[in-house]
T-cell receptor, first 110, second 117 residues
Framework: SQQGEEDPQALSIQEGENATMNCSYKTSINNLQWYRQNSGRGLVHLILIRSNEREKHSGRLRVTLDTSKKSSSLLITASRAADTASYFCATDAYGNKLVFGAGTILRVKS | GAVVSQHPSRVICKSGTSVKIECRSLDFQATTMFWYRQFPKKSLMLMATSNEGSKATYEQGVEKDKFLINHASLTLSTLTVTSAHPEDSSFYIC?????????????FGPGTRLTVL
């Protein structure tokens, strides 16, 4: 069964605005990862945050992790039309397997 | 680096035939590869974990005789959908771990869209 739940399911914003996506999970994890998927394509790894980390940055991406609430958020700042894609969180619960959330469909309007 | 390819990218077949999908790690050795299935507008569901030189480990509810996985080398895993039916139509994605790169990251292939008529 899927572990991660994401919200919102869909998000539509204007170019230049920030986009925030949230992910919740149910069990203890080793790390949590965020991926992007363009329509009909494979997944692109965005960022990995370990269970002992609280925040991580990569370019315009900021990820937070709250293990007490079993939740994570992905913030994309100054969004661009090219950021339009589906975004998935995935948890690695010490079993070398990734469990994916339902995903958030982000649409950035230019 | 850490590129994973899949072949074919798209396949259409008749009901009852078998289809083989290849997953290759191009610039690293992958002792473990994973096969996922994704329905339209849905998330990825892990089907099986493929370890080089040993039998694949299937997730609950995945028929191992239906979805044959072979991981014959450190750079190649294959998924064969046997006696395919229209309900097997889906997007199949593989990934590979690159422990030699010192990360927990999985690198994903571009996916294979299977359509069974």
């Amino acid at each position: 069964s899927q572990q991660g739940e994401e919200d919102p399911q869909a998000l539509s914003i204007q170019e230049g605005e920030n986009a925030t996506m949230n992910c919740s999970y149910k069990t203890s994890i080793n790390n949590l990862q965020w991926y992007r998927q363009n329509s009909g394509r494979g997944l692109v790894h965005l960022i990995l945050i370990r269970s002992n980390e609280r925040e991580k940055h990569s370019g315009r991406l900021r990820v937070t992790l709250d293990t007490s609430k079993k939740s994570s958020s992905l913030l994309i700042t100054a969004s661009r039309a090219a950021d339009t894609a589906s975004y998935f969180c995935a948890t690695d619960a010490y079993g070398n397997k990734l469990v994916f959330g339902a995903g958030t469909i982000l649409r950035v309007k230019s | 680096g850490a590129v994973v390819s899949q072949h074919p990218s798209r396949v259409i077949c008749k009901s009852g035939t078998s289809v083989k999908i290849e997953c290759r790690s191009l610039d690293f050795q992958a002792t473990t590869m994973f096969w996922y299935r994704q329905f339209p507008k849905k998330s990825l569901m892990l089907m099986a974990t493929s370890n080089e030189g040993s039998k694949a480990t299937y997730e609950q509810g995945v028929e191992k005789d239906k979805f044959l996985i072979n991981h014959a080398s450190l750079t190649l895993s294959t998924l064969t959908v046997t006696s395919a039916h229209p309900e097997d139509s889906s997007f199949y994605i593989c990934s590979a771990r690159a422990p030699g790169l010192g990360t927990d990251t999985q690198y994903f292939g571009p996916g294979t869209r299977l359509t069974v008529l």
